[in-house]
T-cell receptor
Framework: KNEVEQSPQNLTAQEGEFITINCSYS?????LHWLQQHPGGGIVSLFM???GKKKHGRLIATINIQEKHSSLHITASHPRDSAVYIC?????????????FGKGTHLIIQP | KAGVTQTPRYLIKTRGQQVTLSCSPI?????VSWYQQTPGQGLQFLFE???????NKGNFPGRFSGRQFSNSRSEMNVSTLELGDSALYLC?????????????FGPGTRLTVT
Protein backbone atom coordinates (compact mmCIF):
# COMPACT_ATOMS: atom_id res chain seq x y z
CA LYS A 1 0.00 0.00 0.00
CA ASN A 2 1.27 3.42 -0.92
CA GLU A 3 2.02 5.88 1.85
CA VAL A 4 1.49 9.52 0.93
CA GLU A 5 2.87 12.32 3.07
CA GLN A 6 2.17 15.99 2.54
CA SER A 7 3.93 18.97 4.07
CA PRO A 8 3.29 21.37 5.52
CA GLN A 9 -0.09 20.51 7.06
CA ASN A 10 -0.91 24.18 7.53
CA LEU A 11 0.52 27.22 5.80
CA THR A 12 -0.32 30.90 6.26
CA ALA A 13 1.31 33.40 3.93
CA GLN A 14 0.93 36.97 2.73
CA GLU A 15 -0.55 37.88 -0.62
CA GLY A 16 2.09 37.81 -3.33
CA GLU A 17 4.32 35.20 -1.72
CA PHE A 18 5.62 32.14 -3.56
CA ILE A 19 4.05 29.00 -2.11
CA THR A 20 5.40 25.43 -2.18
CA ILE A 21 3.50 22.35 -1.03
CA ASN A 22 5.28 19.00 -0.98
CA CYS A 23 4.06 15.43 -1.49
CA SER A 24 6.09 12.25 -1.00
CA TYR A 25 4.97 8.72 -1.75
CA SER A 26 6.47 5.32 -0.97
CA UNK A 27 5.92 3.09 -4.02
CA UNK A 28 5.86 3.48 -7.79
CA UNK A 29 2.88 5.26 -9.25
CA UNK A 30 0.89 5.53 -12.46
CA UNK A 31 0.11 9.20 -11.90
CA LEU A 32 0.16 11.86 -9.21
CA HIS A 33 -2.90 14.05 -8.81
CA TRP A 34 -3.13 17.48 -7.21
CA LEU A 35 -6.58 18.49 -5.99
CA GLN A 36 -7.95 21.74 -4.57
CA GLN A 37 -10.80 21.84 -2.08
CA HIS A 38 -12.47 25.09 -1.10
CA PRO A 39 -14.59 25.58 2.04
CA GLY A 40 -17.95 24.00 1.30
CA GLY A 41 -16.38 20.80 0.06
CA GLY A 42 -16.17 20.89 -3.73
CA ILE A 43 -12.96 19.40 -5.13
CA VAL A 44 -11.28 20.51 -8.34
CA SER A 45 -8.59 18.52 -10.07
CA LEU A 46 -5.63 20.83 -10.71
CA PHE A 47 -3.04 18.53 -12.26
CA MET A 48 -2.40 14.95 -13.14
CA UNK A 49 1.22 14.15 -13.94
CA UNK A 50 3.47 11.17 -14.29
CA UNK A 51 6.71 12.96 -15.19
CA GLY A 52 8.29 16.37 -15.50
CA LYS A 53 6.38 19.57 -14.96
CA LYS A 54 3.01 21.11 -15.77
CA LYS A 55 1.91 24.74 -15.57
CA HIS A 56 -1.52 26.30 -15.50
CA GLY A 57 -1.68 30.01 -14.89
CA ARG A 58 0.04 30.74 -11.58
CA LEU A 59 0.15 27.07 -10.60
CA ILE A 60 3.09 24.77 -11.35
CA ALA A 61 3.35 21.08 -10.50
CA THR A 62 6.55 19.08 -10.69
CA ILE A 63 7.36 15.45 -10.06
CA ASN A 64 10.62 13.58 -9.52
CA ILE A 65 9.95 9.90 -10.14
CA GLN A 66 13.33 8.72 -8.82
CA GLU A 67 12.89 10.58 -5.53
CA LYS A 68 9.14 9.77 -5.32
CA HIS A 69 8.36 13.39 -4.67
CA SER A 70 6.08 16.03 -6.15
CA SER A 71 5.66 19.72 -5.46
CA LEU A 72 2.88 22.20 -6.13
CA HIS A 73 3.96 25.82 -6.47
CA ILE A 74 1.77 28.91 -6.48
CA THR A 75 3.34 32.11 -7.78
CA ALA A 76 2.04 35.57 -6.79
CA SER A 77 -0.38 34.03 -4.30
CA HIS A 78 -3.79 35.60 -3.81
CA PRO A 79 -6.42 35.27 -1.07
CA ARG A 80 -8.61 33.30 -3.50
CA ASP A 81 -5.91 30.59 -3.46
CA SER A 82 -6.88 29.86 0.16
CA ALA A 83 -8.03 26.25 0.16
CA VAL A 84 -6.98 22.74 1.10
CA TYR A 85 -4.58 21.16 -1.40
CA ILE A 86 -4.53 17.37 -1.57
CA CYS A 87 -2.18 15.11 -3.46
CA UNK A 88 -3.18 11.61 -4.48
CA UNK A 89 -0.93 8.84 -5.78
CA UNK A 90 -2.32 6.29 -8.22
CA UNK A 91 -0.74 2.83 -8.32
CA UNK A 92 -0.10 1.10 -11.65
CA UNK A 93 -3.01 -1.03 -12.73
CA UNK A 94 -5.32 0.55 -10.21
CA UNK A 95 -8.43 2.59 -10.70
CA UNK A 96 -9.90 4.73 -7.96
CA UNK A 97 -9.15 1.93 -5.50
CA UNK A 98 -5.47 2.47 -6.25
CA UNK A 99 -5.58 6.13 -5.27
CA UNK A 100 -3.98 6.99 -1.93
CA PHE A 101 -4.68 10.47 -0.66
CA GLY A 102 -2.51 12.72 1.45
CA LYS A 103 -4.05 14.39 4.49
CA GLY A 104 -4.02 17.77 2.73
CA THR A 105 -2.34 21.14 3.21
CA HIS A 106 -4.53 23.90 4.57
CA LEU A 107 -3.37 27.12 2.89
CA ILE A 108 -4.45 30.60 3.98
CA ILE A 109 -3.32 33.65 2.00
CA GLN A 110 -3.78 36.87 3.91
CA PRO A 111 -4.33 40.20 2.07
CA LYS B 1 -20.83 20.62 -20.65
CA ALA B 2 -22.61 20.14 -17.33
CA GLY B 3 -20.46 19.06 -14.39
CA VAL B 4 -20.94 16.24 -11.93
CA THR B 5 -24.07 16.68 -9.87
CA GLN B 6 -24.94 15.12 -6.55
CA THR B 7 -28.24 15.03 -4.73
CA PRO B 8 -29.15 15.82 -2.10
CA ARG B 9 -26.50 18.33 -1.01
CA TYR B 10 -27.33 18.06 2.69
CA LEU B 11 -29.01 15.33 4.66
CA ILE B 12 -29.79 14.74 8.31
CA LYS B 13 -30.69 11.22 9.35
CA THR B 14 -31.18 9.34 12.59
CA ARG B 15 -29.09 6.40 13.71
CA GLY B 16 -30.49 3.15 12.34
CA GLN B 17 -32.08 4.70 9.26
CA GLN B 18 -30.87 4.16 5.72
CA VAL B 19 -29.94 6.71 3.08
CA THR B 20 -29.50 6.80 -0.70
CA LEU B 21 -27.24 9.33 -2.40
CA SER B 22 -27.25 10.02 -6.12
CA CYS B 23 -24.52 11.06 -8.54
CA SER B 24 -24.88 12.09 -12.18
CA PRO B 25 -21.55 12.05 -14.03
CA ILE B 26 -20.40 14.22 -16.88
CA UNK B 27 -21.97 13.09 -20.13
CA UNK B 28 -19.81 10.42 -21.77
CA UNK B 29 -17.95 9.48 -18.59
CA UNK B 30 -18.25 5.78 -17.82
CA UNK B 31 -16.43 5.62 -14.49
CA VAL B 32 -17.98 6.86 -11.26
CA SER B 33 -16.08 6.68 -7.98
CA TRP B 34 -17.35 7.36 -4.50
CA TYR B 35 -15.32 8.71 -1.57
CA GLN B 36 -15.98 9.43 2.07
CA GLN B 37 -14.28 12.43 3.63
CA THR B 38 -14.04 13.00 7.39
CA PRO B 39 -11.81 15.35 9.39
CA GLY B 40 -10.02 12.45 11.03
CA GLN B 41 -9.50 10.06 8.11
CA GLY B 42 -9.40 12.44 5.15
CA LEU B 43 -10.52 11.12 1.77
CA GLN B 44 -11.16 7.39 1.63
CA PHE B 45 -12.13 5.34 -1.40
CA LEU B 46 -15.55 3.66 -1.19
CA PHE B 47 -16.16 2.07 -4.60
CA GLU B 48 -15.71 2.58 -8.32
CA UNK B 49 -18.17 1.65 -11.03
CA UNK B 50 -17.34 1.26 -14.69
CA UNK B 51 -19.99 0.39 -17.26
CA UNK B 52 -22.46 -0.73 -14.58
CA UNK B 53 -19.95 -3.05 -12.91
CA UNK B 54 -18.44 -2.49 -9.50
CA UNK B 55 -14.74 -2.57 -10.13
CA ASN B 56 -13.57 -2.58 -6.56
CA LYS B 57 -14.60 -1.61 -3.06
CA GLY B 58 -12.71 0.09 -0.29
CA ASN B 59 -12.40 -1.07 3.28
CA PHE B 60 -15.96 -0.32 4.35
CA PRO B 61 -18.59 -2.60 5.92
CA GLY B 62 -21.33 -4.26 3.92
CA ARG B 63 -23.76 -1.54 5.03
CA PHE B 64 -22.26 0.54 2.24
CA SER B 65 -23.41 -0.46 -1.22
CA GLY B 66 -23.85 1.09 -4.59
CA ARG B 67 -24.85 0.60 -8.16
CA GLN B 68 -24.53 2.19 -11.57
CA PHE B 69 -27.24 2.46 -14.18
CA SER B 70 -26.99 2.15 -17.95
CA ASN B 71 -26.84 5.95 -18.30
CA SER B 72 -23.80 5.93 -15.94
CA ARG B 73 -25.72 7.60 -13.11
CA SER B 74 -24.79 6.04 -9.79
CA GLU B 75 -26.33 5.66 -6.38
CA MET B 76 -24.82 4.67 -3.08
CA ASN B 77 -26.78 3.36 -0.15
CA VAL B 78 -25.90 3.19 3.51
CA SER B 79 -28.11 1.04 5.69
CA THR B 80 -28.41 1.03 9.48
CA LEU B 81 -26.71 4.39 9.83
CA GLU B 82 -24.20 4.94 12.62
CA LEU B 83 -22.97 8.19 14.11
CA GLY B 84 -19.57 7.56 12.52
CA ASP B 85 -21.11 7.65 9.05
CA SER B 86 -21.44 11.42 9.35
CA ALA B 87 -19.21 12.71 6.57
CA LEU B 88 -18.97 14.43 3.24
CA TYR B 89 -19.65 11.92 0.46
CA LEU B 90 -18.09 12.83 -2.85
CA CYS B 91 -18.47 11.23 -6.21
CA UNK B 92 -16.20 11.74 -9.17
CA UNK B 93 -16.44 10.76 -12.80
CA UNK B 94 -13.84 10.09 -15.45
CA UNK B 95 -13.69 8.76 -18.98
CA UNK B 96 -11.92 5.60 -17.83
CA UNK B 97 -10.19 4.18 -14.78
CA UNK B 98 -9.66 6.90 -12.20
CA UNK B 99 -6.05 6.14 -11.41
CA UNK B 100 -4.91 6.98 -14.94
CA UNK B 101 -7.29 9.75 -15.91
CA UNK B 102 -8.36 13.09 -14.51
CA UNK B 103 -11.36 12.88 -12.22
CA UNK B 104 -14.12 15.47 -12.05
CA PHE B 105 -15.68 15.78 -8.62
CA GLY B 106 -19.20 16.67 -7.65
CA PRO B 107 -20.02 19.17 -4.87
CA GLY B 108 -20.63 16.40 -2.36
CA THR B 109 -23.45 15.36 -0.06
CA ARG B 110 -22.96 16.28 3.57
CA LEU B 111 -24.57 13.59 5.71
CA THR B 112 -25.19 14.17 9.39
CA VAL B 113 -26.32 11.22 11.51
CA THR B 114 -27.85 12.09 14.89
Amino acid sequence: KNEVEQSPQNLTAQEGEFITINCSYSVGISALHWLQQHPGGGIVSLFMLSSGKKKHGRLIATINIQEKHSSLHITASHPRDSAVYICAAGTPGGGADGLTFGKGTHLIIQP
Amino acid sequence: KAGVTQTPRYLIKTRGQQVTLSCSPISGHRSVSWYQQTPGQGLQFLFEYFSETQRNKGNFPGRFSGRQFSNSRSEMNVSTLELGDSALYLCASSLGLAGYLEQYFGPGTRLTVT
